[in-house]
């Protein structure tokens, strides 16, 4: 399986950014889909995941600034980032877990992920 990020770029400070994920082979929605983000100042970090359910849950480091969604019909996981600041420049991951509990971030429990898409905020 192969999953492509989109929709990173440059955005000032207080501005917006939506990304998407896609993907070929399989359906998202069978699966625990995330979002990651690896900054200058940090590790590679969980932002946003969705469970099989449709369970949304959302990291410390952008917590009410993200929404996590997931589009069936087309098959796109979507990262709608508002509120954008500096610390929030980096590549940001999508990932799928396809057999876990989507119960935490832990990187080692994601099979796949895409080659992330580059997001800075500069003014």
């Known amino acids: 399986a192969q999953l492509v990020e989109s929709g990173g770029g440059s955005v000032q400070p207080g501005g917006s950014l939506r990304l998407s994920c896609t993907a070929s082979?399989?359906?998202?929605?069978?699966?625990?889909m995330a979002w990651f983000r690896q900054t200058l100042v940090s590790q590679r970090e969980g932002v946003a995941r969705?469970?099989?359910?449709?369970?949304?849950r959302y990291g410390d480091s952008m917590k009410g600034r993200v929404t996590i969604s997931l589009d069936n019909d087309k098959n796109t996981l979507y990262l709608q980032m508002d509120n954008l600041n500096f610390g929030d420049s980096g590549k940001y991951y999508c990932?799928?877990?396809?057999?876990?509990?989507?119960?935490?971030?832990?990187?080692?429990?994601?099979?796949?992920w895409g080659q992330g898409t580059q997001v800075t905020v500069s003014s």
């Open positions: 969705i469970s099989r359910d449709g369970t949304t």
């Open positions: 082979g399989y359906r998202f929605n069978d699966y625990c």
């Open positions: 990932a799928a877990d396809l057999a876990g509990d989507c119960s935490s971030f832990n990187l080692g429990q994601f099979d796949y």
